[in-house]
């Protein structure tokens, strides 16, 4: 069963990695003054986040099944570590962000000569691929820098918690089946009550406002140069949501039981 957890904590990584990074995509496009090519390849991150998440769920969802009828698994703890995956993920990100923009830069002006995805994988050499070291980069943290971003607080502080909904949704529901053994089934397809209050904060408040952000950074040189760090801002924001997700576990999962029984 440890093999398992470590196995569902793997993906849970790759998952929030990959879907962090995306950032790191747009930076690039925006540099380049490509973004619609940039936001093209956001198709491949969404493809690895959910082959990943195809074999993770059902994973996780199992020890649900072992928690029903051993009630000494400890099914809270094991949730709380794939949470705590989530985070590292997410740090991860933030760490690669400097080297993925230059290596995304390269992708994006690749692959305008190529034309397809198909084309630019199929170009690539090993030589090319021995190359990417020169594109490795240390991230730098200067707090100092972050003060006059223009970016409204409320807008932050609205990203923690939309990436806290999503990352405790389906794991709240998994526990709320362990508690209501009896509806367990509806328990467990149950995440979309709380998904969908974070799909509506992020559709209403955080993508408009994301838009614009890049928006002005495609049109205004000084500002772009500011968007790395704004987008760091925003991932380190995904980082602390992750953490308020740990919070929110537990009570989550009474919620959806509670709605679970009104149904």
């Known amino acids: 069963m440890t093999n398992s957890l470590w ?7 790759i998952i929030h990695t990959s879907e962090t990074l995306s950032y790191s995509v747009r930076f690039a496009g925006v540099k380049l003054n490509k973004i619609a090519i940039a936001l093209s390849l956001t198709g491949i991150i969404v493809l690895v986040s959910r082959t990943a ?3 993770q769920a059902p994973l996780t969802a199992k020890f649900v099944d072992y928690a029903k009828f051993d009630d000494s698994f400890p099914l809270l703890n094991y949730l ?5 995956a989530s985070s ?23 692959l305008e000569i190529q034309g397809s995805i198909p084309k630019l994988l199929t170009s690539v050499t090993v030589s090319q691929l021995k190359n990417t070291r020169k594109y490795i980069r240390l991230p730098r943290l200067g707090l100092s820098g972050f003060r006059y971003l223009g ?12 990436t806290a909904f999503y990352t405790v949704g389906v794991l709240s529901s998994m526990y709320a089946a362990k508690l209501l053994p009896e509806f367990s089934t509806t328990a467990s397809q149950a995440s979309g009550l709380i998904n969908g209050i974070a799909t509506i904060l992020l559709t209403v408040f955080i993508d408009p406002q994301l838009g614009i952000i890049t928006h002005k950074a495609t049109e205004n040189v000084e500002y772009r140069d500011q968007l790395g760090k704004i987008y760091v801002l ?10 308020l997700g740990q919070v929110l576990l537990v009570p989550g999962a009474y ?3 509670s709605l679970v029984k009104l149904i």
């Open 7 to 13: 196995i569902v904590c793997l993906l849970t990584l």
């Open 53 to 55: 998440n195809m074999v």
């Open 80 to 84: 709380r570590i794939i949470m705590l």
């Open 88 to 110: 590292l993920g997410t740090l991860i990100a933030i760490a690669l962000f400097p080297t993925f923009v230059g290596l995304f830069s390269r992708v994006i002006a690749k």
């Open 151 to 162: 970016i409204p607080k409320r807008f932050i502080i609205m990203n923690i918690f939309v």
């Open 234 to 243: 925003l991932m380190f924001s995904r980082f602390l949501g992750s953490l």
């Open 255 to 257: 919620i959806i039981c």
